[in-house]
């Protein structure tokens, strides 16, 4: 049986809802060999993943999510291999959980004039031990209040980049980010280029222009793109050179959209990945 590999999960070391140990469980369940858990902006759930993927035989290849700019865009970067100890890249990361912090104030400010009151308590509640804050944690506690059904409606009325509680916060230039993680003996790959963002400043020109400055791969095959959006960037990819994943971006209850392997990445995409970070020195898959 071929391997059925997923490259970009989360736990709820970000803003996922399983623990590490239980989305390896999940993901074995799920019928998958590998899987590159990819939460936002730390390394945190990695050990616990990999440790529970070594008792049941399921392959953990680190990663992480950078929340990245590209053209006053937000871009998401998948690090592939990093080294977790990399001082430069720790310290990224640790301004980005920081940033993340930072802005939970004017989101409360914002709902409290929408007549929608949290406090940080609240938001506390629901983020639990994550290391790093994200919306889907804001929304979660105005589930708990009744004011929304669900994540998505809290995006979909409050949230999302451009509705009423929207809070800006800081992102790292997308070409500072590939080199730190280049510079970690990562491989970088743009999670769900053409979802919502920055479709129209990554045209091919661009992933050609970032290709030189370190990008390594698209995630093509991603419930955020339609199948002519596959199509084109599996195009764009090959003439720019780029490796092609494809992954679930799983969130356990948090995206009921995205159950795990509903995107796979090929074997010999994978391979070529584990190759790369093997010859750089990186942190290959346990
Ligand atoms: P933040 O990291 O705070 O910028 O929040 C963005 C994150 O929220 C994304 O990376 C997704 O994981 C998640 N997200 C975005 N839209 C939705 C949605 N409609 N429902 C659930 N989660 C979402
Ligand atoms: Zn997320
Ligand atoms: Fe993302
Ligand atoms: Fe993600």
């Excluded at 071929?2 to 590490?20: C, K, Y």
């Excluded at 858990?37 to 392959?59: K, N, P, Q, V, Y």
Aim: charged letters at 25%; glycine letters at 10%.
């Amino acid at each position: 049986m071929a391997m059925r590999i997923d490259l970009h999960v989360h736990s709820n070391v970000s803003d996922g809802t399983d623990s590490p140990t239980r989305l390896v469980f999940a993901a074995q369940e799920a019928g998958l060999d590998v899987i590159g858990l990819c939460d936002h902006d730390t390394f945190d759930g990695i050990t616990e993943a990999r440790e529970a993927g070594r008792r049941i035989g399921l392959s953990v290849l680190p990663g992480v999510e950078m929340s990245t700019r590209y053209k006053d865009r937000p871009v998401h970067l998948l690090g592939y291999g990093c080294d977790p100890w990399n001082r430069p890249l720790l310290a990224e990361l640790t301004k980005l959980r920081a940033s993340r912090v930072e802005r939970l104030q004017a989101f409360l400010d914002k709902l409290a004039e929408l007549g929608l009151p949290l406090t940080e308590e609240d938001v506390a509640a629901s983020r639990g031990l994550s290391p790093s804050l994200g919306r889907p944690h804001i929304a979660d506690a105005m589930v708990a209040k009744g004011y929304v059904a669900n994540r998505d409606e809290a995006f979909a009325m409050y949230l999302g980049d451009g509705k009423p509680a929207y809070v800006e916060r800081y992102a790292t230039p997308i070409l500072e980010a590939l080199a730190l993680i280049r510079g970690a003996k990562g491989l970088a790959v743009i999670a769900h280029p053409w979802g919502p963002g920055a479709k129209d400043v990554l045209t091919g020109d661009a992933l050609a222009e970032l290709a030189k400055a370190g990008l390594e791969g698209i995630e093509v095959d991603h419930t955020d793109h339609d199948a002519r959006s596959r199509e084109m960037l599996t195009q764009l990819g090959a003439r720019t050179g780029l490796i092609r994943t494809g992954s679930s971006d799983y969130h356990g209850t948090g995206k009921l959209h995205n159950p795990l392997g509903i995107n796979v990445t090929r074997p010999t995409a994978y391979q070529e990945i584990v190759n790369r970070i093997a010859a750089r020195g990186g942190v290959g898959p346990s």
